[in-house]
């Protein structure tokens, strides 16, 4: 009986599952599919959502980001582009590491205290417990969706399945109503523009990073204007996030 109670329960689970990604697919509109796409993670207990390309911030790397939904976190993403945060998410970090789902925890580790001071502040805006499903999308862009919760969660084997196609499906869906980019040119940088832009990223000023160096800070400039003009960015924090984004440096 207790079988029989169980297979009923994992075949509407299924069913559950497979009328959301239809419904997603079949959606008009990409905010359609969103909305779609947070109503079925109720089911889960999950209220707090991000899903796009990596680096959440204002201005400098916006035109390379397709698309970029969250529900339920805005106030934090205010704190995470004033203050930069995306160089330093220990999150982030771990998305462009690894294509394997891992929950935010298991990126908590080893942190600076700038990354303790960011975690304390999203957890202090309800941002406690989560999991983030990373993803590679046809134009090669790292992409991910991290879902979160106040309450600490565990997950059947089944239930993490059913939430992995689920978050797969929501991104492709939404994926599929913008133009994909060209696939990026390779671009290698020698071991000078490499340090150049690690200590940029590290926040070092165009001086500091001469006085490291041994050149002149006129000389660093001058390596980030034509480094700017190879990743066709805006600024220095735009070639840098470029730079990440494409796997160039890891900061």
């Known amino acids: 009986m207790v079988g029989e109670m169980n297979d009923v329960a994992a075949d509407r689970d299924v069913r559950r599952l497979f009328a959301n990604i239809d419904a997603m697919m079949s959606a008009a509109l990409p905010d359609e599919t969103f909305q779609i796409f947070i109503g079925a993670l109720t089911h889960y207990g999950f209220?707090?959502?991000v899903l796009?390309?990596?680096?959440?911030?204002?201005?400098?790397?916006?035109?390379?980001?397709?698309f970029f939904f969250h529900h339920g976190m805005i106030e934090f993403l205010g704190v995470y582009a004033q203050k930069n945060y995306?160089?330093?998410?220990?999150?982030?970090?771990?998305?462009?590491?690894?294509?394997?789902?891992?929950?935010?925890?298991?990126?908590?580790?080893?942190?600076?205290?700038?990354q303790m001071e960011q975690v304390a502040e999203a957890q202090a805006a309800g941002l406690k417990f989560g999991i983030v499903f990373p993803v590679?999308?046809?134009?090669?862009?790292?992409?991910?969706?991290?879902?979160?919760?106040?309450?600490?969660?565990?997950?059947?084997?089944?239930?993490?399945?059913?939430?992995?196609?689920?978050?797969?499906y929501a991104y492709f869906a939404i994926d599929r109503h913008f133009e994909s980019k060209a696939p990026q040119k390779t671009i290698k940088l020698t071991p000078r523009e490499t340090a150049i832009l690690l200590h940029v990223a590290h926040g070092k000023t165009n001086?500091?990073?001469?006085?490291?160096?041994?050149?002149?800070?006129?000389?660093?400039?001058?390596?980030?204007?034509?480094?700017?003009?190879?990743?066709?960015?805006?600024?220095?924090?735009?070639?840098?996030?470029?730079?990440?984004?494409?796997?160039?440096?890891?900061?």
């Open 207 to 251: 001086w500091e990073t001469g006085q490291i160096m041994g050149i002149s800070e006129y000389s660093v400039r001058d390596y980030l204007k034509s480094l700017s003009a190879r990743l066709e960015t805006s600024n220095r924090t735009h070639t840098v996030v470029k730079a990440i984004q494409l796997g160039l440096i890891l900061p």
């Open 47 to 49: 209220d707090k959502v």
């Open 136 to 168: 590679v999308d046809e134009a090669g862009a790292t992409g991910f969706v991290s879902l979160g919760r106040e309450t600490d969660f565990s997950l059947s084997d089944a239930a993490f399945l059913e939430l992995e196609l689920l978050c797969r």
């Open 86 to 114: 995306q160089f330093s998410d220990p999150v982030t970090l771990r998305v462009m590491r690894t294509h394997r789902p891992f929950r935010w925890r298991e990126a908590h580790v080893d942190m600076t205290k700038r």
């Open 52 to 66: 796009g390309q990596a680096f959440i911030i204002a201005d400098a790397g916006a035109a390379d980001r397709r």
